[in-house]
Nanobody, 123 residues
């Protein structure tokens, strides 16, 4: 089970940190990804991190502003979002990648999903 938290309303230029808490003993073997979906749009890749945190991947639209990290001891993955823009407004989801490497950006290749947390950035 994956549970996201940390979403909310923030002004443009502000920051938020999302968390995704996972249950189960296999968390440390999974890569983790963050996706987002805005109204009327398809779910899109935001960032991913390998099982040990050694590799990270970002969408071009968030590179340099967002940082993904993980704490395997706490079974939690984070998404630090800085310099937020109105176009970042979406429901954000975390998901597991059983391969452990986090190299895929396709939602269909992720296994389990959280319920999502809303991020709204006002202009």
């Amino acid at each position: 089970q994956l549970v996201e938290s940390g979403g909310g309303l923030v002004q443009a230029g502000g920051s938020l940190r999302l968390s995704c808490a996972a249950s189960g003993r296999t968390f440390s073997s999974y890569a983790m990804g963050w996706f987002r979906q805005a109204p009327g749009k398809e779910r899109e890749f935001v960032a991913a991190i390998s099982w040990n945190g050694g590799s990270t991947y970002y969408a071009d639209s968030v590179k340099g502003r967002f940082t993904i990290s993980r704490d395997n001891a706490k079974h939690t993955v984070y998404l630090q979002m800085n310099s937020l823009k109105p176009e970042d407004t979406a429901v954000y989801y975390c998901a597991t990648d059983h391969t452990g490497w986090g190299q895929t950006r396709l939602p269909d290749e992720y296994d389990y999903w959280g319920q999502g947390t809303q991020v709204t950035v006002s202009s």
